[in-house]
């Protein structure tokens, strides 16, 4: 089993930057892909970015492509997503999530995830 915690959600300004973090525990930790969700207010839960279990290969929203860079830590079990250049329409509660595979696309659906956290609440003002 694994448990997810996220943190460093706030409220920032547009334009500006802010880095969430998610701790994980569990031995197995480096052998899990894991990827971060956000959802909005009466919207779907939407699919931002995937990073594979050692690290060597990451996959990203066309929404967020060039703005948020996911990464992880094995050693600090630990995965972040640093994200820049902010806009309002980012707002929402951002999800890590755990997918016990080793193997296949890192193009995620909710689905596809067997862990998640409880989320933290992202605000970008204007």
């Known amino acids: 089993q694994v448990q997810l915690v996220e943190s460093g959600g706030g409220l920032v300004q547009a334009g500006g930057s802010l880095r969430l973090s998610c701790a994980a525990s569990g031995r197995t930790f480096s052998n899990y892909r894991m990827g971060w969700f956000r959802q909005a207010p009466g919207k779907e839960r939407e699919f931002l970015a995937a990073?594979?279990?050692?690290?060597?290969?990451?996959y990203y929203a066309d929404s967020v492509k060039g703005r948020f860079t996911i990464s992880r830590d094995n050693a600090k079990n630990t995965v972040y997503l640093q994200m820049n250049s902010l806009k309002p329409e980012d707002t929402a509660v951002y999800y890590c999530?755990?997918?016990?595979?080793?193997?296949?696309?890192?193009?995620?659906?909710?689905?596809?995830?067997?862990?998640w956290g409880k989320g933290t609440l992202v605000t970008v003002s204007a």
């Open positions: 990073i594979t279990g050692s690290g060597g290969n990451t």
């Open positions: 999530a755990a997918d016990r595979r080793t193997y296949g696309s890192l193009n995620y659906h909710t689905r596809d995830m067997d862990y």
